[in-house]
């Protein structure tokens, strides 16, 4: 996944041109933000926590249905005394995948 994302060229290949521009977008927004709670739940990024078979991911919106998944890439997710996860303490993550999960 590393070597696609690195490759604008391998972007709009594996996943079309808007997506591709999509993709770019939001790993500038993700990087630039100095925590996981920084980044919106409102469009057009739309965090969002994931349950099922994605339990304890994140995603964010592409070119609709698509998404870019991920999770935190600390070993110990750090929670909350609630057991929610710390958004304000995950400052780093792991990309998984970008799909269509629904």
């Known amino acids: 996944m590393e070597k696609i994302f690195c490759s604008e060229k391998m972007l709009v290949r594996k996943f079309g041109k808007v997506n591709a521009r999509k993709i770019q977008r939001r790993m500038k927004f993700l990087r630039a933000a100095p925590n996981l709670a ?3 739940k409102a469009s057009p990024t739309r ?5 099922g078979k994605f339990a304890g991911c994140f995603a964010v919106d592409l070119e609709h249905p698509f998404r870019l998944i991920f999770r935190s890439a600390c070993e110990n997710v750090p929670t909350l005394e609630n057991g929610e996860i710390d958004l304000s303490k995950i400052t780093d993550i792991e990309i998984l995948s970008v799909e269509d999960y629904h």
Do not use: C, F, I, Y
């Not at 965090?47 to 349950?51: I, P, V």
């Open 38 to 40: 920084q980044v919106p």
């Open 47 to 51: 965090r969002h926590q994931l349950k």
